[in-house]
């Protein structure tokens, strides 16, 4: 294994995370993936809807036809693509499929050319602008706006070459008709997400300095409960036994082995207070009162140092989002009604990136774990980093590594 330096944590803590709903608060915006099938829904039926009072206005009513397949599978594409299961939502998907949609109005206009009558009631300005006010949630603000704009002057444009229009005006009219509803809806999209993006940064900051406030107080109270743990087992039986000597005056041969044997079980107690870890102390609150309500915290099972192998502490590498989404992750999966406690596990490895290994044997149908566990994957994904979930059979199996490229202690990226 490599060995992480302090740059290699400040490196891989510090990647750059675009400043969108979806990577600063995904679970937040997974609860808003509704809003682009609906809105896709609402772009095809105004397209339907459309295409009938224009009858009798179209040049070639396969082209509009045509246009209204093409908007169809941008908007099943887009519900797909933005589904939490393959966040997080990236740069091309959002070309592509506004991409396509602006395609489709095209070929709507096409279909009318020579024959509209009126601009305002054409479908495809509206299409794009649906498609564009949802945008935001996914994807940073300068970006949409740069959409939107190309856009605007592509149907703006079309809409001023036209010569068939029953109102008589400028040009220019015709064009701010055709992309006022493109620049507005993509305007109220960009402030939803810009007034949504400024008050989680401003909540986490707020978080991240009670955080800082609750860790002194939370190793304060561990280095107490240790004191406590080796004071207790002084006072149960190295006080006793040193007592014993005493008033002996004698050390007989069984003494110095169970002065051995209490010598090593103080300096194990020593060992493991130095070697406690979060990932451990995660999921020793997770499990401990499912193992203490079926009779597993006694001896003979794994203890939650036994659970987790990372022996070069590469858990230093995950950020205090990350190691919420991880925390909670953890919390369910030791929640599930089918889990075998004692197969949870939790590896780490670096071959070429910190990658961590969450598996357990779980009694539950596949459709639930998806349920229960997808949300935290895509969470992963979106905090920059890569995370996969495979079940097969019982095997449960959750794998979510660093982003890809940060530096190591020997200079070395993937």
């Known amino acids: 294994m490599t060995a992480l330096s302090t740059r290699s944590i400040v490196g891989a803590r510090s990647v750059a995370v675009e400043r969108t709903p979806q990577r600063l608060d995904p679970l937040g915006a997974q609860s808003a993936w509704l809003l682009i099938p609906l809105l896709g829904a609402v772009a095809v039926g105004y397209a339907v809807f459309s295409s009938i009072r224009h009858a009798g206005q179209f040049r070639d009513l396969g082209l509009d036809i045509l246009a209204i397949g093409v908007l169809l599978i941008a908007v099943i594409v887009a519900s797909i693509r933005s589904h939490p299961g393959f966040a997080p939502f ?6 592509s499929i506004i991409a396509v949609v602006l395609t489709a109005a095209c070929l709507s206009t096409a279909s009318l050319w020579g024959h509209n009558q009126r601009i305002q009631d054409d479908w495809g300005q509206i299409a794009v602008a649906l498609l564009l006010v949802a945008m935001p949630l996914y994807r940073p603000i300068g970006e949409v706006a740069g959409s939107a704009v190309v856009s605007a002057v592509v ?3 079309l809409a001023a070459a036209q010569h068939s229009l029953v109102i008589s005006n400028s040009p220019l009219v015709y064009a701010t008709v055709a992309a006022t509803p493109i620049l507005a809806l993509a305007a109220g999209g960009a402030g939803y997400a810009w007034t949504m993006t400024g ?9 991240r300095e009670g955080q800082a406030r609750l860790d002194g107080e939370l190793r304060q109270a561990a280095d107490r409960m240790i004191a406590q743990e080796r004071m207790t087992a002084l006072n149960a039986e190295a006080v006793p036994f040193l007592t014993d000597l005493l008033r002996r005056k004698e050390i007989a041969p069984a ?3 169970r002065a051995r044997v209490l010598a090593d079980h103080i300096r194990g107690m020593s060992v493991r207070a130095v070697g406690r870890t979060w990932l451990a102390d995660t999921l020793s609150l997770a499990l401990g009162p499912r193992l203490a309500a079926s009779g597993r915290a006694r001896d003979g099972h794994p203890t939650a140092a036994e659970r987790v192998d990372d022996p070069d502490r590469l858990e230093r590498v995950l950020t205090s989002d990350q190691r919420a989404i ?8 030791s929640g599930l009604p089918g889990l075998d406690p004692d197969s949870l596990r939790i590896s780490a490895s670096t071959p070429d990136r910190s990658t961590f290994l969450l598996s357990a044997q779980v009694d539950e149908p596949r459709a639930e774990l998806r349920r229960e566990l997808l949300p935290f994957v895509s969470a992963l994904n979106a905090t920059a980093m890569d995370a996969t979930m495979r079940i097969r059979g019982a095997e449960l199996k959750v794998r979510f590594a660093s982003p890809a490229g940060f530096p190591y202690s020997d200079g070395r990226r993937r």
Do not use: K, N, P, Y
């Open 90 to 95: 990236g740069r091309w998907s959002h070309f």
């Open 155 to 157: 149907l703006g444009g």
């Open 199 to 207: 008050e989680t940064l401003r909540w986490r900051e707020l978080a």
């Open 255 to 257: 003494d110095v082995e």
């Open 326 to 333: 991880v925390g909670a992750l953890i919390a369910t999966v």
